[in-house]
């Protein structure tokens, strides 16, 4: 059963950076797309970014040019960077595989105010 534990949130000023990072357990991480998600309050989860398990890449528009995402299979870690922040951003992020069938993680907080 694979674990997932999302770090990294916390409160940033508009225009702010973050950087999260998710720690999974498995032994077969590596051949995994990962994603981060995140849910705003009141709205759906939504999808944020997609690495595969050879690092292409791929973002939801209104993120496009801010955040990275990036792995470390080595470590099962996926991480993203996040940049220029926007209140817009304020939800809490989680990573999964693509598409989403394991178990949420307890996920991190993202609040961007100021």
């Known amino acids: 059963q694979v674990q997932l534990v999302e770090s990294g949130g916390g409160l940033v000023q508009p225009g702010g950076s973050l950087r999260l990072s998710c720690a999974a357990s498995?032994?077969?991480?590596?051949?995994?797309?990962m994603g981060w998600y995140r849910q705003a309050p009141g709205k759906q989860r939504e999808l944020v970014a997609l690495?595969?398990?050879?690092?292409?890449?791929n973002y939801a528009d209104s993120v496009k040019g801010r955040f990275t995402i990036t792995r470390d299979n080595a470590k099962k870690t996926v991480g993203l960077q996040m940049n220029s922040l926007k209140s817009e951003d304020t939800a809490v992020y989680y990573c999964?595989?693509?598409?989403?069938?394991?178990?949420w993680g307890q996920g991190t907080q993202v609040t961007v105010s100021s």
């Open positions: 498995g032994s077969i991480f590596s051949i995994y797309t």
């Open positions: 999964n595989r693509d598409p989403p069938v394991l178990f």
């Open positions: 690495i595969s398990s050879g690092g292409s890449t």
